[in-house]
């Protein structure tokens, strides 16, 4: 599965949108990109994952840039309940490795009022 | 439905003792994990599960071992408990439809080996 790079903290303001960067350049084209995040001390909680087309749903947009190098994550009106560690995966989806999604370190957001 | 329970919640053992993490889901999800997580770091992968009687091992295995007799139970057992060992320990079981990927995560439990 391929590595992602996220810059390891960002803060935003209450009310505004946050945008979480991911890069994964050496993504495959049959990897999809998921985002998770964890707030304080609970289990990760899926939030969106996306192939090749931009992607949104009650939680989130996941903007995937056309060479899918990159990825941005949009909460669009941040409240402080948003505060959590975000992460971004690649992974491909095989029948025979269900189960194995590999962490990195995330990106951990402040949103401030 | 419950989702995924794990027990106990908190636990402390001393060096050398074995004990097993419990882990349950009633979702009928084909797909289990085991994650620990050290203070300020990422998840990192245990073991995981396919299916009933299949299993495999993830990024750090040494030390721990599983089995998944039912859809339902995927038990983490210790074998020789050590201050390394000590970590929170979180089960996830998932599903997989049409490239969506969702793991469902249980409260985790928190491990002290003194």
């Known amino acids: 599965d391929a590595k992602t790079t996220q810059p390891p903290s960002m803060d935003c303001a209450e009310g505004r949108a946050a945008n979480l960067p991911c890069n994964h350049s050496t993504i495959s084209g049959n990897e999809y990109v998921y985002w998770y995040r964890q707030i304080h001390s609970q289990g990760p909680q899926y939030i969106i994952h996306g192939l090749k087309n931009n992607e949104t749903n009650e939680m989130a947009s996941l903007i995937i840039t056309e060479d899918r190098k990159s990825s941005t994550l949009i909460l669009p009106h941040a409240t402080l309940r948003d505060t959590a560690v975000y992460y971004c995966?690649?992974?491909?989806?095989?029948?025979?490795?269900?189960?194995?999604?590999?962490f990195g370190q995330g990106t951990e957001l402040s949103v401030k009022p | 439905n419950a989702g995924v329970t794990q027990t106990p919640k908190f636990q402390v053992l001393k060096t050398g003792q074995s004990m097993t993490l419990q882990c349950a889901q009633d979702?009928?999800?084909?797909?289990m994990s085991w994650y620990r997580q050290d203070p300020g770091m990422g998840l990192r992968l245990i073991h995981y599960?396919?299916?009933?009687?299949?299993?495999d091992q993830g990024e750090v295995p040494n030390g721990y071992n599983v089995s998944r007799s039912t859809t339902e139970d995927f038990p983490l057992r210790l074998l020789s408990a050590a201050p390394s060992q000590t970590s929170v320990y979180f089960c996830?079981?998932?599903?997989?439809?049409?490239?969506?990927?969702?793991?469902?995560f249980g409260p985790g439990t928190r491990l002290t080996v003194t």
């Open positions: 996830a079981s998932s599903y997989s439809v049409r490239g969506r990927y969702e793991q469902y």
């Open positions: 599960s396919v299916g009933a009687g299949i299993t």
């Open positions: 995966i690649v992974r491909v989806v095989k029948d025979n490795q269900g189960g194995k999604l590999i």
């Open positions: 979702m009928n999800h084909e797909y």
